[in-house]
């Protein structure tokens, strides 16, 4: 790679960022940072805040604290590892969907029914939605649960206090996984489709998914990252992760670890056994507890996943082999 294209590369990785104001695709556009601010205003004003507007929504606390420097920062590197290693690759979820497409025509051969161009819509998106959501959770359950995967994901967890930005603070090798886990589940699908509905998988088939995650991302996704308790009536709870449900995955109390996992939908959550209703905390404390210091700064969060690893390996092959 010669210096310009790394020069290009580094400034394209600014700008982005900084672009996502202006993309409906993604959390921090502007319309869905307004939506939270009319949510937060709600909770303002519900709660009958003592603080002025601007000093609950914006305390320097929060958006002012080194652990918000730490996201601020890594939504930058995150932005350049897309481009570098992400970017490159969003192809083979084309590839993924010809081969799954080839691979069901050869194996079943021609569907004994075609699905019309609405259904292909309108199933499509359920079964997208409903798959990629559980796709999220079980791979974040994953992350919680497999130590090595873990320690990538503590980045996410060690935030101390939480701001819409939060959302990008992960480790870039957390980044990678998610990205694969897209693409995978954008390909099988999307062949699936494509076979079931005898090719008329197009631009329009996506609008549904869009939309839902239109919906999603104005009601309010941006409060998940925030101090601002907004919560659900509990029946909805039990289907939709509410912001305070979110938080409640960031606290710092043992007895809230790996609750909360899901993205979208709380139903995973539910029917595995790992949901936590907002009304069941009280005063949460974000971050990893003792081990904050430990991740107080932004190099400290890429290199401790790798340092943790290591020593443990270290410690592995020291007990097998006596040494
Ligand atoms: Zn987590
Ligand atoms: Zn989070």
Same mark, same amino acid.
């Given at each position: 790679?010669?210096?310009?294209?790394?020069?290009?590369?580094?400034?394209e990785?600014?700008?982005?960022?900084?672009?996502?104001?202006? +993309?409906?695709?993604?959390?921090?556009?502007?319309?869905?940072?307004?939506?939270?601010?009319? %949510?937060?205003?709600?909770?303002?004003?519900?709660?009958?805040?003592?603080?002025?507007?601007?000093?609950?929504?914006?305390?320097?606390?929060?958006?002012?604290?080194?652990?918000?420097?730490?996201?601020?920062?890594?939504?930058? %590197?995150?932005?350049?590892?897309?481009?570098?290693?992400?970017?490159?690759?969003?192809?083979?979820?084309?590839?993924?969907?010809?081969?799954?497409?080839?691979?069901?025509?050869?194996?079943?051969?021609?569907?004994?029914?075609?699905?019309?161009?609405?259904?292909?819509v309108?199933g499509?998106?359920?079964?997208?939605?409903?798959?990629?959501?559980?796709?999220?959770?079980?791979?974040?359950?994953?992350?919680?649960?497999?130590?090595?995967?873990?320690?990538?994901?503590?980045?996410?967890?060690?935030?101390?206090?939480?701001?819409?930005v939060?959302?990008?603070?992960?480790?870039?090798?957390?980044l990678?996984?998610?990205?694969?886990?897209?693409?995978?589940?954008?390909?099988?699908?999307?062949?699936?489709?494509?076979?079931?509905?005898?090719?008329?998988?197009?631009k329009?088939?996506?609008?549904g998914?869009?939309?839902?995650?239109?919906?999603?991302?104005?009601?309010?996704?941006?409060?998940?990252?925030?101090?601002?308790?907004?919560?659900?009536?509990?029946?909805?709870?039990y289907?939709?992760i509410?912001?305070?449900?979110?938080?409640?995955?960031?606290?710092? +109390?043992?007895?809230?670890?790996?609750?909360?996992?899901?993205?979208?939908?709380?139903?995973?959550?539910?029917?595995?056994?790992?949901?936590?209703?907002?009304?069941?905390?009280?005063?949460?404390?974000?971050?990893?507890?003792?081990?904050?210091?430990?991740?107080?700064?932004?190099?400290?969060?890429?290199?401790?996943?790798?340092?943790?690893?290591?020593?443990?390996?270290?410690?592995?092959?020291?007990?097998?082999?006596?040494?």
């Amino acid at each position: 790679m010669e210096i310009k294209e790394i020069l290009d590369l580094i400034i394209e990785s600014i700008s982005t960022p900084i672009s996502y104001i202006f +993309n409906p695709k993604k959390r921090l556009y502007i319309l869905y940072l307004c939506s939270a601010l009319i %949510l937060a205003f709600y909770v303002y004003k519900r709660d009958r805040i003592r603080s002025t507007l601007i000093r609950y929504l914006f305390p320097k606390k929060v958006w002012l604290s080194q652990s918000a420097f730490v996201d601020y920062a890594m939504i930058f %590197l995150n932005s350049f590892v897309k481009l570098l290693l992400v970017v490159p690759y969003l192809i083979y979820g084309l590839y993924i969907a010809f081969y799954t497409n080839e691979y069901l025509f050869d194996y079943f051969g021609t569907p004994a029914f075609t699905l019309t161009a609405m259904q292909t819509v309108v199933g499509y998106t359920i079964v997208f939605t409903l798959v990629s959501d559980f796709m999220s959770y079980l791979v974040h359950y994953l992350m919680h649960k497999i130590p090595f995967l873990w320690e990538f994901h503590k980045t996410h967890h060690s935030a101390t206090t939480l701001n819409p930005v939060t959302q990008y603070r992960i480790h870039p090798v957390e980044l990678l996984i998610n990205n694969a886990r897209s693409i995978l589940v954008f390909g099988v699908l999307t062949g699936l489709f494509d076979y079931l509905s005898n090719h008329q998988v197009h631009k329009l088939v996506f609008l549904g998914v869009n939309v839902l995650s239109f919906g999603f991302l104005l009601f309010g996704a941006n409060l998940r990252h925030s101090h601002v308790k907004l919560r659900y009536w509990s029946f909805l709870e039990y289907i939709f992760i509410s912001p305070v449900q979110h938080q409640i995955h960031h606290s710092n +109390n043992p007895k809230f670890f790996n609750k909360n996992m899901g993205s979208m939908f709380a139903l995973w959550d539910w029917l595995f056994g790992t949901l936590a209703l907002s009304k069941t905390a009280k005063n949460i404390e974000f971050g990893l507890g003792e081990e904050d210091e430990q991740y107080s700064s932004f190099w400290k969060n890429i290199y401790m996943p790798f340092y943790n690893i290591f020593m443990s390996v270290k410690m592995f092959l020291k007990r097998i082999f006596n040494l």
